[in-house]
């Protein structure tokens, strides 16, 4: 069965550095998204991406973050200048959109910020 | 706005008993529900959803919820655990195809032996 792949499981950045993280969504998803879980925290949803632009943002997502889906396969998620509190568990989803056609989420990526 | 409610952030069941998770949501329109479970050290996997077809779902691994409209919840049942299925999980609302889920808290499920 297709799966959402991210890359990489583990990243240890210092405070103040750029991240990017990568996911690989499955490959005829329309939809894509990030979600973050903070250790002992819900998951909480970042932004939705759909026909090569930002659906929605939540209020978590500032101007720190970006998204962009480079080459038609990966989509990326950057943080400019991370902060300790953005270390938690970052998720990659993607769906097809329809109805029947549920979130299909990869295993994370840990981001640990010194 | 959209919001879920999980009663009971850890439950302890024995194995071959009922293992039941509770879910009430709250949403402005028809919800879409889900029901994720988290594995250590994996992402969410999708157990079940409901998309306003029949209000009894049967999702993987045994496990079956029920959407109540007039309760809005959308409890998560399983008649007899297994070892298997001690692990976190997730109820889930989104409003329509393709938009965000919005995440309860969790349930972490201990089956005893």
């Known amino acids: 069965e297709p799966e959402v792949t991210q890359t990489p499981s583990h990243q240890v950045t210092q405070m103040g550095q750029e991240v990017i993280l990568r996911c690989v969504p499955i490959s005829n998803h329309l939809y894509f998204y990030w979600y973050r879980q903070i250790l002992g925290q819900k998951v909480e949803f970042l932004v939705s991406f759909y026909n090569n632009e930002i659906s929605e943002k939540s209020e978590i997502f500032d101007d720190q973050f970006s998204v962009e889906r480079p080459d038609g396969s990966n989509f990326t998620l950057k943080i400019r200048s991370t902060k300790l509190e953005d270390s938690a568990m970052y998720f990659c989803?993607?769906?097809?959109?329809?109805?029947?056609?549920?979130?299909?989420f990869g295993d994370g990526t840990r981001l640990s910020i010194l | 706005a959209q919001s879920v409610t999980q009663l009971g952030s850890h439950v302890s069941v024995s194995e071959g008993a009922l293992v039941l998770l509770r879910c009430n949501y709250s949403?402005?329109?028809?919800?879409?529900l889900f029901w994720y479970v988290q594995y250590p050290n994996q992402g969410l996997q999708l157990l079940l959803k409901?998309?306003?077809?029949?209000?009894l779902v049967k999702g993987i691994n045994g496990f079956e919820a029920e959407f109540k409209k007039s309760e809005t919840s959308f409890h998560l049942t399983k008649p007899s655990a297994h070892m298997s299925d001690a692990a976190e999980y997730f109820c889930a609302v989104s409003k329509a195809a393709g938009n965000k889920l919005t995440f309860g808290g969790g349930t972490r499920v201990l089956v005893k032996p």
């Open positions: 989803a993607s769906s097809g959109g329809q109805p029947n056609q549920p979130q299909h």
């Open positions: 409901y998309t306003s077809a029949a209000t």
């Open positions: 949403s402005s329109v028809p919800p879409y």
